[in-house]
């Protein structure tokens, strides 16, 4: 696999795909960017496959590059149309990539290269990259958020993080993890849970997006108990950004 993956770093097979994301009026107000490796021979493979390999050998800080170039390059298009300018492009950020003490400079040099309004990009982090070291991730967040970037706490309820250091990180947003949604209509328990999310989430002052929305009854019961986004196959599957601009229109 390591081979086959230093080979498509190379010969930048990759594609990226994007899952749109809606407002409480039903409406979209961005994408999630999502890596896919075009294979030759074996089509496309999901990052599931490949995502622990590049970490174990380090090509995950070429990947997660490209995919931060590439979704500026498609959030610049954005920014030129007007009927589009409004949308955000959300990627993933690995905790090898952002404990770089190079990677804010990088990201610094993408953004000019595209000038890009950065108030329209957010990383998204995890729970055990937030706290992994928690005053060097402050430093380096604000570093990316003097930028104008903003950050994404991704599947907010299923890591470790203490409640204390939620007021501490510039977060901007909490992203409620698709397993408490999956069940959200029949199981109390996640029900409660993302009751207590969203409303300490309100009370921070931070945005709360919702992942694996599948149904109306979900969509309806988060809107409901004050939920900002939504994201999930109710909206669209992760599609090629050519299937993606039928879904803005």
């Given at each position: 696999m390591e081979s086959l993956l230093r080979a498509a770093v190379d010969r930048q097979q990759f594609e990226l795909y994007f899952?749109?994301?809606?407002?409480?009026?039903?409406?979209p107000i961005g994408a999630e960017g999502l890596i896919r490796w075009n294979h030759p021979e074996r089509g496309l493979i999901s990052p599931a496959?490949?995502?622990?390999?590049?970490?174990?050998?380090?090509?995950?800080?070429?990947?997660?590059?490209?995919?931060?170039?590439?979704?500026?390059?498609?959030?610049?298009?954005?920014?030129?149309?007007t009927s589009t300018e409004h949308l955000t492009i959300s990627v993933n950020?690995?905790?090898?990539?952002?404990?770089?003490?190079?990677?804010?400079?990088?990201?610094?040099?993408?953004?000019?290269?595209?000038?890009?309004?950065?108030?329209?990009?957010?990383?998204?982090?995890?729970?055990?990259?937030?706290?992994?070291?928690?005053d060097r991730t402050i430093i380096q967040m604000e570093k990316l958020g003097a930028l104008g970037i903003q950050f994404s706490l991704d599947d907010f309820g299923t890591g470790y993080s203490s409640l204390q250091y939620l007021k501490k990180l510039p977060l901007y947003q909490l992203k409620i993890d698709q397993s408490f949604i999956r069940d959200l209509m029949s199981d109390m328990s996640d029900q409660s849970i993302v009751h207590t999310i969203i409303s300490m989430a309100n009370s921070l002052g931070l945005e709360v997006i919702a992942e694996g929305v599948e149904t109306n009854e979900q969509?309806?019961?988060?809107?409901?108990?004050?939920?900002?986004?939504?994201?999930g196959y109710l909206f669209g599957k992760p599609m090629p950004i050519s299937e993606l601009a039928i879904y803005l229109r």
């Open positions: 899952q749109p994301q809606y407002g409480h009026h039903g409406r496959a490949f995502i622990s390999t590049a970490e174990e050998t380090g090509l995950i800080i070429p990947i997660g590059l490209w995919v931060l170039e590439t979704a500026c390059k498609q959030l610049k298009q954005w920014q030129k149309c950020v690995s905790s090898m990539q952002f404990s770089q003490s190079e990677f804010a400079s990088q990201v610094t040099q993408i953004i000019q290269q595209h000038a890009i309004n950065t108030k329209q990009l957010k990383l998204e982090l995890t729970e055990s990259l937030l706290l992994d070291n928690v969509f309806q019961y988060l809107q409901n108990k004050g939920c900002h986004y939504f994201q």
